[in-house]
């Protein structure tokens, strides 16, 4: 991150994103993060998300509800999200890496990112 000074506290939000592949929300990372640093503010864990995710090293989705998710993987990847369950799983699609390819070579775009969601039923939903 430029031009900011490590804090324990980012670094133990940060861990505990990496360590899960849930997507989970900003109260599931409060509750979480609690545990190893106990007087931590719900706003602390909010405005240390919102930092990290301005610096690139995580990522913020946002679906259109009330609360967003957030994602330790900061690389271009793709999501799928459950109707039912609301699970948010992690979909490695190499061919949309060509896709990007293909804006750039379009128009001469300089490309920076680009997001790709799918909705629907997850497998364990999609059995009921």
Not at 15 to 24: E, Y
Not at 36 to 50: A, D
Not at 53 to 60: K, L, Q, S, V
């Amino acid at each position: 991150m430029k031009n900011r000074r490590k804090s324990r506290q980012r670094e133990v939000i940060l861990k505990v994103l990496r360590n899960t592949d849930s997507h989970p929300t900003a109260d599931w990372v409060y509750e979480q993060v609690k545990k190893e640093v106990p007087n931590i503010s719900l706003g602390t864990v909010y405005r240390n998300l919102r930092l990290l995710t301005e610096a690139g090293e995580i990522m913020e989705l946002e679906f259109g509800s009330t609360y967003s998710r957030f994602d330790g993987r900061a690389e271009n990847h793709y999501h799928f999200r459950c109707d039912v369950c609301g699970r948010v799983f992690d979909l490695d699609m190499p061919v949309m890496e060509e896709l990007e390819d293909r804006a750039r070579q379009a128009g001469g775009f300089e490309v920076s990112r680009h997001r790709l969601e799918f909705y629907g039923r997850c497998p364990d939903c999609a059995g009921d």
